[in-house]
């Protein structure tokens, strides 16, 4: 609409100057000896606006030819970096395709006119890493570094990555000590290293981690609890003294020192370490509130300096689980510590009666020898064996 407006107006103007002109011409005289022009005062504006036309034409020629070069430099290079952005665009979607070749080609092609050449070098990497050039890689990798200072972390982080995928670990280690150095409070460098300590089942270091991790709430609550409960349970396992032993558990927090598995793992490295005693202790406070019948069993094997009260502490958890065989096996266990034979003999065979299982039949053959039975031991054996034949 507004050249519309335009138009008109010039119309209007035009129309308004020839009826001037009609009306009075006008006269313009201009004497310069020995010349003396005489022209209409109409002819004499149409001259100075047909010489200020030409005049504007030729100086807008002169400066666009002036300037042809430079655009047309301008024009060149726009063109590379829409063909580099083209290249780095179905390079892209040729990696997330798994087309490895396709990418690297299309990733490197073109890459000093890219406007960001460090996701094209990265990108690269990756397809090269997925085709086991670990040297091409690598050369990605530092000219990825080089075309962008200042990106030492995520060349780095992208370097980590790809070796731990595939199984650098050592490689992969060297580069997250040296991300740990200038990027300590890193996220997914703390994140990758709990994934590497775990691969290389490195406990200590993972152990060590922990405070940060905890500090820097990386991990929701599930992740964390389970994270938590593997390093605690390895560093127990690996532990060569009772004091070594006691000291991870100390460390332990208390929401999980009720874990059934972490408990199992304490009491099982303190009845290696003989330290019996404790054990029952620690496995009769976790069956009070949370009952496990590995536990149970875990119970019966420590070997407790009151076998009495030990048992006598197992007889009351029959009231309710009256009907568990790991119990009843256990209390048999336990009855023949005490040389309790016929108790111990009901309640293997009260157990049997609920669920037959080979270890309860032999406890029973050994108990049933020792009681000078040896045709009831003999079958006890036999449908034992019978039993593990058919596993």
């Given at each position: 609409?507004?050249?519309?407006?335009?138009?008109?107006?010039?119309?209007?103007?035009?129309?308004?100057?020839?009826?001037?002109?009609?009306?009075?011409?006008?006269?313009?005289?201009?004497?310069?000896?020995?010349?003396?022009?005489?022209?209409?005062?109409?002819?004499?504006?149409?001259?100075?606006?047909?010489?200020f036309?030409?005049?504007?034409?030729?100086?807008r020629?002169?400066?666009?030819?002036?300037?042809?070069g430079?655009?047309?430099?301008?024009?060149?290079?726009?063109?590379?970096?829409?063909?580099?952005?083209?290249?780095?665009?179905?390079?892209?979607?040729?990696?997330?395709?798994?087309?490895?070749?396709?990418?690297?080609?299309?990733?490197?092609?073109?890459?000093?006119?890219?406007?960001?050449?460090?996701l094209?070098?990265?990108?690269?990497?990756?397809?090269?890493?997925?085709?086991d050039a670990?040297?091409?890689?690598?050369?990605?990798?530092?000219?990825?570094?080089?075309?962008?200072?200042?990106?030492?972390?995520?060349?780095?982080?992208?370097?980590?990555?790809?070796?731990?995928?595939?199984?650098?670990?050592?490689?992969a280690?060297?580069?997250?000590?040296?991300?740990?150095?200038?990027?300590p409070?890193?996220?997914?460098?703390?994140?990758?290293?709990?994934?590497?300590?775990?691969?290389?089942?490195?406990?200590?270091?993972?152990?060590?981690?922990?405070?940060?991790?905890?500090?820097?709430?990386?991990?929701?609550?599930?992740?964390?609890?389970?994270?938590?409960?593997?390093?605690?349970?390895?560093?127990?396992?690996?532990?060569d003294?009772?004091?070594?032993?006691q000291?991870?558990?100390?460390?332990?927090?208390?929401?999980l020192?009720?874990?059934?598995?972490?408990?199992?793992?304490?009491?099982?490295?303190?009845?290696?370490?003989?330290?019996?005693?404790?054990?029952?202790?620690?496995?009769?406070?976790?069956?009070?509130?949370?009952?496990?019948?590995?536990?149970?069993?875990?119970y019966?094997?420590?070997?407790?300096?009151?076998?009495?009260?030990?048992?006598?502490?197992?007889?009351?958890?029959?009231?309710?689980?009256?009907?568990?065989?790991?119990?009843?096996?256990?209390?048999?266990?336990?009855a023949?510590?005490?040389?309790?034979?016929?108790?111990?003999?009901?309640?293997?065979?009260?157990?049997?009666?609920?669920?037959p299982?080979?270890?309860?039949y032999?406890?029973?053959?050994?108990?049933?020898?020792?009681?000078?039975?040896?045709?009831?031991?003999?079958?006890?054996?036999?449908k034992?064996?019978?039993?593990?034949?058919?596993?």
């Open positions: 609409m507004k050249w519309l407006f335009k138009v008109l107006l010039v119309v209007l103007l035009g129309v308004a100057i020839t009826l001037l002109a009609i009306e009075d011409t006008g006269y313009v005289l201009i004497s310069r000896a020995p010349w003396v022009i005489e022209l209409s005062l109409t002819l004499f504006v149409l001259l100075i606006l047909l010489s036309i030409v005049l504007y034409a030729l100086f020629f002169i400066t666009n030819t002036w300037g042809i430079q655009r047309m430099r301008d024009w060149q290079e726009q063109r590379r970096h829409n063909t580099a952005r083209q290249n780095l665009n179905k390079g892209l979607l040729e990696l997330a395709q798994r087309n490895w070749v396709k990418a690297e080609k299309l990733l490197t092609r073109h890459v000093k006119d890219s406007e960001s050449p460090l094209n070098y990265l990108a690269a990497a990756s397809a090269a890493q997925e085709q670990d040297k091409r890689r690598d050369e990605y990798l530092s000219l990825a570094h080089e075309s962008m200072p200042g990106s030492d972390v995520a060349v780095a982080l992208t370097q980590a990555d790809l070796q731990l995928r595939h199984g650098q670990l050592e490689q280690l060297a580069t997250l000590m040296h991300l740990r150095s200038i990027a409070k890193h996220p997914y460098v703390l994140k990758l290293l709990v994934r590497l300590y775990g691969e290389l089942q490195d406990w200590k270091s993972l152990y060590e981690l922990l405070p940060v991790l905890r500090k820097q709430k990386l991990l929701v609550d599930n992740e964390w609890v389970r994270l938590e409960q593997q390093v605690f349970s390895h560093m127990m396992e690996k532990a003294s009772l004091q070594a032993v000291a991870c558990w100390s460390d332990v927090p208390k929401k020192r009720v874990n059934n598995d972490l408990v199992e793992q304490y009491a099982t490295c303190l009845i290696a370490f003989s330290a019996h005693d404790e054990a029952v202790d620690v496995l009769r406070k976790q069956l009070g509130k949370h009952w496990h019948p590995q536990l149970v069993s875990l019966a094997r420590a070997e407790g300096q009151d076998s009495a009260r030990q048992l006598a502490w197992a007889e009351a958890w029959q009231a309710d689980h009256s009907d568990d065989p790991v119990l009843l096996e256990s209390l048999g266990r336990l023949v510590r005490n040389e309790l034979w016929g108790k111990a003999q009901a309640w293997f065979e009260a157990s049997l009666g609920i669920r299982h080979p270890v309860t032999r406890v029973l053959g050994e108990l049933l020898e020792q009681l000078e039975k040896p045709a009831q031991a003999a079958e006890c054996y036999r034992g064996l019978l039993m593990t034949a058919e596993v």
